[in-house]
C-alpha cells in the first residue's frame, strides 16, 4: 500500500506542482496522513530514498510512533481502486488548505478517535473535539457561520449595547453595572448561529446536502458526553450505534474536505454510499 502512495503522491506532485519544491519529508507525511484517514488507522513511513540519474542518492531513516490497529475506514479495503480515486485530488487539497484546515492535526485527531482499546466514551469526546474544531474554523473563515453580516454586526454592537441597557435598567431597576457589563459582553453571540445550524452551513457550503437527523442526532450524543460523561439514554440507538453517527458525520465531512466524489463507507448507515454533491447550493 505504502509502495502504491509513493508512486501517487510523486505523479500527484509532478502533476499539480511542476515547478514546486516540495520535500520528499513532506510528501511522504502528506501521503502517510491521508491513507490514515482513508484507512481509519495510523499508517507512518519510517525511510524513503532519493534518487539521482537513476540511482540511489540518499536514504533516510526516521523514528515513528505507531499506534494499535484500528478498523473503522473510510474507504473500502477492495483492492486500492479507492485510494487511485482518492488520494491526487486529496494531496492537492492538502497542500492548498493545510495552512486553514491544519489537515496534519486533523487527521491524527480524527484517527485517534478509532483507536481501539481506549473507552468509547473517550473516543466519541475525539469525535465531538473534531467536529467543534471544523466549526470553529468554518466559523472564522466564513459569514454562513453567522445569522448577520459580521462586520454590520460588529459596527452596530455600540447602538445594541446601549438600548440593551435602558431595557435592563427599566425591567431590572436594582441590576448592578458589573452584572449589566457581564450581560452585554455575551451580546456578540447573539449573532452566531447555533451548532446544529452552523454545522448545516458547513455542509452546504462544502457542497453537500445536510442530513437534519443525523446532525440533530450528534448534537444530543455530544450534548449528553460533555454534560453527564456517558451516552445519551433518551435514543433507542446502542452506545456504539451512538458513537457510529459521530464517526460517520466527521467522515463525509473531511471527505468533502478532500474534494472526494468517490464511494465511501458511512459507518452512520453501515453501508456503502457516494459522495453526491449534485444539485446542492453552496452559498
Known sequence: MLKLCEELVSLVSRSFYPGANIPAGHSKRRSADLVSFARGTRVNWISYKTYTGGRIAQIC?????????????????VGDNDLLDFLPPAFEAYIDNEVTWEFEKLIAAIVDSKQEGDYLENRSLKCVAVLEFLNSVFQENSSSGYILNPADFENNIGVLEQKVRVSLTQVFPDISEPDMTRICAKLKSLNRRSFQNSIKSLHRVQGLKPDSNQINKFVTIRNSLVHSLSFSSSMSKTEFEQYRTLIGLNDRLVLSLFSYKGVYYDWHKDESVNMNYSNIQTT
Open 61 to 77: 531513516y526516521q523514528d515513528r510512533v505507531t499506534k494499535k490497529y484500528a478498523n473503522l475506514p473510510v474507504l473500502n479495503q
